[in-house]
């Protein structure tokens, strides 16, 4: 039962989230102007998830018990490996405002996860619709380039192609999280998945041979730090917070809120485009997923507490 002073603290957690996640997508393209995708988030999700261990261990939590490794393991791999490395790998390729609108379409996965599953909620007709409306502001970002080719045009493709897989990663762990982690510590699982997140990125950096790319810039460097910080310790913790103490609608919302916030930073910063063509795609996108969500709230008008606890909506970044 959540107390008034916890339900206080998980609004403020979540404008938090609303905040620092919508301008890591700007953070994240500054970061990979200089330092490789894999290497970036490995050693960014590593640092955090050992100031955050440290923490916990100092208070007598049980990071590293070995009944949390399974879990920890599963949802490192799905939401931190796939679910934000493929965001990271993207924007090397994809603007960070658009790479924001891509990645609200997670609910889309979400939904078609939950489908698969036996006790999962079934696709109606109306899901099916805004499931259409959404890929097809999709389609209308990338059908440029892929008509027109070139290598700069498959590029761009292979990123929105990367940004569909994080998706896919998250709506998968999400699903994990939704119905097994609920009696862990909200901050030693997290601690716990960010570093095996993090080992992991790191192992494909060095497969990769990316230390040989690396160049720091001091704007890089400063991103990197800002995305540790804040992306990481901030955001993460605070996404996880407020999933264990307001309902999922709820905090789902924040999903509209950063592509807002990404696309504003990416055109005033970096000079990104932002054109009409763009812009009604973003429209069908987050058009798309109100239909969605709007189904799935229609369904589920008495889901529990317990159940929603730890289930996420949209990549992390």
């Known amino acids: 039962m959540t107390t008034p002073a916890e339900r206080k603290l998980a609004l403020l957690a979540w404008l938090a989230v609303c905040v620092i996640w919508g301008t890591t997508y700007l953070a994240i393209r500054v970061s990979v102007e200089t330092i490789p995708p894999w290497l970036m988030s490995g050693v960014r999700w590593i640092s955090a998830g050992s100031v955050l261990a440290i923490f916990m261990t100092a208070r007598g939590e049980r990071v590293f018990a070995a009944e949390h490794w399974r879990g920890a393991t599963f949802l490192g791999l799905f939401l931190l490996v796939l679910g934000n490395g493929c965001v990271v790998l993207a924007e090397v390729f994809v603007p960070s405002g658009l790479?924001?609108?891509?990645?609200?379409?997670?609910?889309?996965?979400?939904?078609?996860?939950?489908?698969?599953?036996?006790?999962?909620?079934?696709?109606?007709?109306?899901?099916?619709?805004?499931?259409?409306?959404?890929?097809?502001?999709?389609?209308?970002?990338?059908?440029?380039?892929?008509s027109?080719?070139?290598?700069?045009?498959?590029?761009?493709?292979?990123?929105?192609?990367?940004?569909?897989?994080?998706?896919?990663?998250?709506?998968?762990?999400?699903?994990y999280s939704k119905r097994h982690a609920r009696s862990t510590n909200v901050f030693s699982a997290a601690a716990l998945q960010m570093l095996i997140?993090?080992?992991?990125?790191?192992?494909?950096?060095?497969?990769?041979?990316?230390?040989h790319a690396l160049h720091i810039s001091t704007r890089s460097a400063i991103a990197f730090m800002y995305l540790a910080a804040a992306g990481s310790l901030g955001g993460f913790v605070a996404y996880t917070y407020a999933l264990r103490h307001l309902p999922v609608s709820l905090v789902s919302l924040y999903a509209y809120v950063n592509p807002i916030i990404a696309v504003a930073l990416g055109v005033a910063v970096l000079g990104e485009p932002f054109t009409m063509r763009m812009a009604v795609a973003a429209v069908l996108v987050f058009g798309g997923v109100a239909i969605v969500r709007s189904q799935g709230q229609t369904r589920r008008p008495l889901m529990s507490r317990t159940r929603k606890s730890t289930m996420a909506i949209t990549s992390s970044t």
Not at 107 to 124: H, K, N, V
Not at 197 to 211: D, T
């Open 197 to 211: 997140g993090g080992v992991m990125m790191l192992a494909i950096s060095i497969a990769l041979g990316e230390w």
């Open 99 to 146: 790479a924001a609108v891509i990645v609200a379409s997670a609910p889309f996965w979400m939904s078609g996860i939950e489908a698969l599953r036996r006790d999962g909620e079934r696709i109606t007709w109306t899901t099916a619709a805004g499931f259409a409306v959404g890929f097809s502001g999709i389609m209308l970002l990338i059908w440029p380039d892929l």
């Open 148 to 175: 027109h080719g070139g290598a700069s045009g498959r590029a761009f493709v292979l990123g929105v192609i990367a940004l569909q897989v994080a998706c896919l990663g998250w709506a998968i762990g999400s699903t």
